[in-house]
Every structure is written in C-alpha cells, then in structure tokens.
C-alpha cells in the first residue's frame, strides 16, 4: 500500500530564517506530487505541483519554491520566511497519467508558525 | 472567482440527526472527490465519483454527482460526534475534452455533531 510522510510535522520560525519542508511517498512510481498551503481550517492553495524530476509548475507567485531530486521526494523551501507564510502545509500525491480522475491522497501536514 | 461553491460554510446538528452538504460549480468536472479532515491533519477521500448521476454509498454516507457533473452532495443520515470535522469538495475540470490534472477544492463544510 502507498504511504506519504511529512516533517516535520509542526514548526517555528522567525521572519528571514530559511525553511525546508520534505515530502516522501513511499509504494508507487512516478507520482503526481503537490504542495498546498491551507488557512485557518478551510480550503487548499495549490502552490506547486510536479509529474516528474526536476518538474515543478507553480501556481501562485510567491517567496516560495519547490524541488523534486528523487521520485517520490518532494520539498518546500525558502529562503527568507515572511510571516504570511505561516499556515497549515499539505503534501498530496496522485497516480501519474496523462488524463482521468485525479484523485489526490494526502500527507499529515506540516504545522508552521513563523514569529 | 471561487469555481466550487460549498454550502452550508458551517453546519451544527445533534446526533442521530439526518444532513446534507452540497457542492456547487458552473464548471463541469470529469471527476469528483469529497474529503473530510480533522483539526491538525491532512484530509482523509471519502469518494470519488466520476460518471454523471453517480450515487455511491459509504456507510451512512451517500454521495451524488449530478447528471451534468457539475455539482454534487454528501448526505448523512443519523449523524455520530465522530462525523465532526470539515468536509472539502474537489473537482477535476475537463478543458478542451482532457483532464486538466489539478483539483480545485471548495471552502468546505465545518461540520459539528453534538452527542
């Protein structure tokens, strides 16, 4: 059975620090992979998705970027954190195609706070 | 513009109470999924449904995709506490007759069932 992980899974920063989120899928080859940003309990962002290495597509400009070095790992970086980019961080992943339903399953999330 | 209307934004009940959420777009998807998630974690698929007019049952969960799939609804009948916690739409649009890949969510419904 396929399996995704986080961490970690809560975080605190300050304002300027640089941030490394990880996502890693374990159980399938060649996943879709997305990153989500979610405020206050309600509906997803997507920020970036990929469908394969070295494959990143961003959907929102932001202080943000993605990296995707190996199959199943997806990472969440930046380099100076603003406090708008606090929130709750989810890694989602779905089977890779071309077309079809998209069904995607998701990650535990990342909690972060940056003060 | 929000592409996938939910309603009600928050829903309180007592057990054993009977509801219905709905999830509403002017767009037409080639599938659709519904989530639920708890405070603290990453949303949990329900369903996906992806044929117009689909019924699929899950318990005391029944979910509708409509003949045009562009809505859809998730009604539960005698509701538990551990029915709490918000449930999320997501759709997968159709453009020039593919897939696009990426889901766009709902809001979601905040759902509270008091024992």
């Known amino acids: 059975s396929q399996t995704i992980h986080q961490w970690p899974a809560t975080l605190v920063q300050p304002v300027g620090s640089p941030l490394s989120l990880e996502c890693t899928v374990e159980?399938?080859?060649?996943?879709?992979l997305y990153w989500y940003r979610q405020a206050a309990g309600r509906g997803l962002q997507l920020l970036f998705y990929?469908?394969?290495?070295?494959?990143i597509s961003s959907e929102v400009p932001q202080n943000l970027s993605a990296s995707r070095p190996q199959d199943r790992q997806f990472i969440l970086s930046s380099k100076k954190l603003l406090l708008s980019d606090s929130g709750f961080y989810l890694c989602?992943?779905?089977?890779?195609?071309?077309?079809?339903?998209?069904?995607?399953?998701f990650g535990p999330g990342t909690r972060l706070t940056v003060l | 513009t929000q592409l996938l209307e939910q309603s009600p934004q928050f829903l309180s009940i007592q057990e054993g109470e009977n509801l219905t959420v709905y999830c509403n777009s002017s767009?037409?998807?080639?599938?659709l999924q519904w989530y639920r998630q708890e405070p603290g974690e990453g949303p949990v698929l329900l369903v996906t449904?992806?044929?117009?007019?689909e019924v699929k049952k899950l318990k005391r969960l029944t979910f509708q995709f409509g003949d045009a799939r562009k809505d859809s609804s998730l009604h539960i009948t005698a509701a538990q506490p551990g029915d709490t916690g918000l449930y999320l739409c997501?759709?997968?649009?159709?453009?020039?007759?593919?897939?696009?890949?990426?889901?766009?969510f709902g809001k979601g419904t905040k759902l509270s069932v008091k024992p």
């Open positions: 989602a992943w779905s089977v890779g195609s071309s077309g079809g339903a998209d069904t995607q399953y």
């Open positions: 159980g399938t080859s060649n996943p879709n």
């Open positions: 990929s469908v394969g290495i070295g494959q």
């Open positions: 767009s037409v998807f080639s599938s």
């Open positions: 449904v992806v044929t117009g007019g």
């Open positions: 997501a759709g997968s649009r159709i453009i020039y007759g593919g897939s696009q890949g990426n889901l766009i």
